[in-house]
């Protein structure tokens, strides 16, 4: 939870402080006024690229000096920060207590969810996108997946490259980064079961309310050690033909079925895909408060006015309590069921 942000040279936002509450913070302006850039830069408190993600260089503020700044304060009292510098403007820096830190450590003193109108179209969408959604859930709950993430790409990018050089490798060098590879995907991998498996449960055992439930799955079989090193080592010609490596975690989906209808999700009308989706993101802000002990912040953009007033008032009895919850619209009125503490902000 933030109990201060700062933005400086942020998109739209030359020098804009906030002071939100505990519970929902409202975000009210007509279109273009900055509403969706102020969750932009909330999410970039977490490791990634931020909800719209965007290049470094595109969110420093046009007119301005170059670089930007997002500056928070946690409900603890730890100071978090990122960021670029004019003289750098695609590096991310990031400070927590003023000390430089990784993106990927910052998902160890916060967890930050968002749903976006973007992703309306995340079940039909490639799987790349579910993938990162899926990683993004499970972040919340294992804050080293994104540590594993990035080494593990960072493995297979190496090996990809070596596998592409017209010159003879060292099978060794290739073994090296085999290695690497099915450790952090071994650990990428449980990482995800094992947060599919908690918020399908989740999800099942919820309340029956107006949102649809989903049933959850990931594709394939669990990631083993031996057989996924023995995979790599002997898919090496195969992969340098095809220019990438054909086997391996960062290919897994996330299979999701409306389960009231037993039907795969893509299949749905588009507003049972955001019901489902919503659905669990709820669930998931459940999951994660109970294992961590504080609820991710979460972000919704344009998410009430896009609710029938029956599932607006039912979307905010369920996050009321349940941490700090952004949300976007245009109109102050969508909001006026969410009670008198709200924090509400004009843009
Ligand atoms: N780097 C930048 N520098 C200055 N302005 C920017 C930058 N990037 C985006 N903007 C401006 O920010 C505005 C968009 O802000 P944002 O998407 O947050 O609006 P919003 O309040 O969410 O609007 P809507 O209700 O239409 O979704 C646009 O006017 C855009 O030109």
Not at 64 to 73: L, N, Q, R
Not at 158 to 178: C, H, I, K, M, Q
Not at 224 to 249: C, I, Y
Not at 317 to 336: C, D, I, K, S, Y
């Given at each position: 939870?933030?109990?201060?942000?700062?933005?400086?040279?942020?998109?739209?936002?030359?020098?804009?402080?906030?002071?939100?509450?505990t519970g929902f913070?409202?975000?009210?302006?007509?279109?273009?006024?900055?509403?969706?850039?102020?969750?932009?830069?909330?999410?970039?408190?977490?490791?990634?690229?931020?909800?719209?993600?965007?290049?470094?260089?595109?969110?420093?503020?046009?007119?301005?000096?170059?670089?930007?700044?997002?500056?928070?304060?946690?409900?603890?009292?730890?100071?978090?920060?990122?960021?670029?510098?004019?003289?750098?403007?695609?590096?991310?820096?990031?400070?927590?207590?003023?000390?430089?830190?990784?993106?990927?450590?910052?998902?160890?003193?916060?967890?930050?969810?968002?749903?976006?109108?973007?992703?309306?179209?995340?079940?039909?969408?490639?799987?790349?996108?579910?993938?990162?959604?899926?990683?993004?859930?499970?972040?919340?709950?294992?804050?080293?997946?994104?540590?594993?993430?990035?080494?593990?790409?960072?493995?297979?990018?190496?090996?990809?490259?070596?596998?592409?050089?017209?010159?003879?490798?060292?099978?060794?060098?290739?073994?090296?980064?085999?290695?690497?590879?099915?450790?952090?995907?071994?650990?990428?991998?449980?990482?995800?079961?094992?947060?599919?498996?908690?918020?399908?449960?989740?999800?099942?055992?919820?309340?029956?309310?107006?949102?649809?439930?989903?049933?959850?799955?990931?594709?394939?079989?669990?990631?083993?050690?031996?057989?996924?090193?023995?995979?790599?080592?002997?898919?090496?010609?195969?992969?340098?033909?095809?220019?990438?490596?054909?086997?391996?975690?960062?290919?897994?989906?996330?299979?999701?079925?409306?389960?009231?209808?037993?039907?795969?999700?893509?299949?749905?009308?588009?507003?049972?895909?955001?019901?489902?989706?919503?659905?669990?993101?709820?669930?998931?802000?459940?999951?994660?408060?109970?294992?961590?002990?504080?609820a991710?912040?979460?972000?919704?953009?344009?998410?009430?006015?896009?609710?029938?007033?029956?599932?607006?008032?039912?979307?905010?009895a369920r996050l009321e309590g349940r941490g700090?919850v952004?949300?976007?619209?245009?109109?102050?009125?969508?909001?006026?069921?969410?009670g008198?503490d709200?924090?509400?902000?004009?843009?």
């Amino acid at each position: 939870m933030l109990t201060r942000l700062v933005l400086t040279d942020f998109r739209n936002h030359g020098d804009l402080v906030l002071a939100p509450g505990t519970g929902f913070v409202v975000l009210t302006g007509e279109n273009g006024a900055g509403k969706t850039n102020v969750l932009e830069a909330v999410s970039l408190l977490a490791p990634g690229k931020g909800l719209r993600r965007a290049a470094l260089s595109a969110m420093a503020r046009q007119g301005g000096a170059g670089g930007f700044g997002v500056a928070a304060t946690l409900a603890d009292g730890v100071e978090v920060a990122t960021g670029a510098l004019a003289s750098a403007p695609e590096r991310r820096v990031v400070r927590v207590q003023g000390a430089a830190a990784s993106a990927n450590a910052l998902a160890e003193w916060l967890g930050v969810l968002w749903l976006t109108p973007a992703m309306d179209r995340l079940f039909v969408e490639a799987a790349g996108e579910r993938r990162r959604f899926l990683d993004r859930l499970v972040l919340a709950l294992s804050p080293a997946h994104g540590m594993h993430a990035t080494r593990y790409e960072a493995a297979m990018r190496e090996r990809n490259r070596l596998l592409g050089e017209d010159a003879p490798v060292d099978p060794s060098w290739l073994s090296a980064l085999e290695q690497r590879m099915v450790e952090h995907g071994v650990a990428l991998d449980g990482a995800r079961h094992a947060a599919v498996t908690a918020l399908d449960a989740t999800l099942r055992e919820g309340p029956a309310d107006l949102f649809a439930r989903a049933t959850l799955a990931l594709d394939g079989e669990a990631v083993e050690a031996d057989a996924f090193a023995h995979a790599l080592m002997t898919g090496r010609r195969r992969d340098a033909a095809a220019g990438r490596t054909l086997v391996g975690p960062h290919r897994a989906d996330l299979i999701v079925t409306h389960a009231g209808k037993g039907q795969a999700a893509a299949l749905c009308s588009t507003g049972e895909q955001k019901a489902l989706l919503l659905g669990i993101v709820l669930a998931h802000a459940e999951l994660a408060a109970a294992r961590r002990g504080a609820a991710p912040v979460l972000l919704l953009d344009e998410v009430a006015a896009h609710l029938d007033p029956g599932r607006r008032a039912a979307l905010f009895a369920r996050l009321e309590g349940r941490g700090q919850v952004w949300m976007t619209g245009t109109e102050a009125a969508l909001f006026e069921g969410v009670g008198a503490d709200a924090t509400r902000i004009a843009l």
